[in-house]
Nanobody
Framework: QVQLVESGGGLVQAGGSLSLSCAAS????????MGWFRQVPGKEREFVAA????????IYADSVKGRFTISRDNAQNTVYLQMNSLKPEDTAVYYC?????????????????WGQGTQVTVSS
């Protein structure tokens, strides 16, 4: 229903910052809860952050709270993830996801649309 394309991943030293973007098309963007997840080989996809339709409500995994900020620009159909104070354990493929419902969720199964992922590598 909605197509998602992530960008902004790359290689950064521990303590550095990266900003990820997710551009949406093909849907009514404001009617999607948006989320970020990450995954490393051999492990389950992990919730990172989510944001409500209007952006007033956000939720973060404990592992990134205080370091990452999710935001959205509904006029640009884009959701962002600002990542600061990066740690090696943040290394993963980061996925943008959309949920066609008004309530924020944190389980990957509750999000119906996914981007292709963007690699974030944090060196020690």
């Amino acid at each position: 229903q909605v197509q998602l394309v992530e960008s902004g991943g790359g290689l950064v030293q521990a303590g550095g910052s990266l900003s990820l973007s997710c551009a949406a098309s093909g849907g009514t963007f404001i009617r999607y809860v948006m989320g970020w997840f990450r995954q490393v080989p051999g492990k389950e996809r992990e919730f990172v952050a989510a944001i409500s339709w209007g952006g007033a409500t956000t939720i973060y995994a404990d592992s990134v709270k205080g370091r990452f900020t999710i935001s959205r620009d509904n006029a640009q159909n884009t959701v962002y993830l600002q990542m600061n104070s990066l740690k090696p354990e943040d290394t993963a493929v980061y996925y943008c996801a959309a949920r066609n419902a008004p309530n924020i969720a944190t389980a990957a199964g509750n999000f119906g649309s996914w981007g292709q992922g963007t690699q974030v590598t944090v060196s020690s």
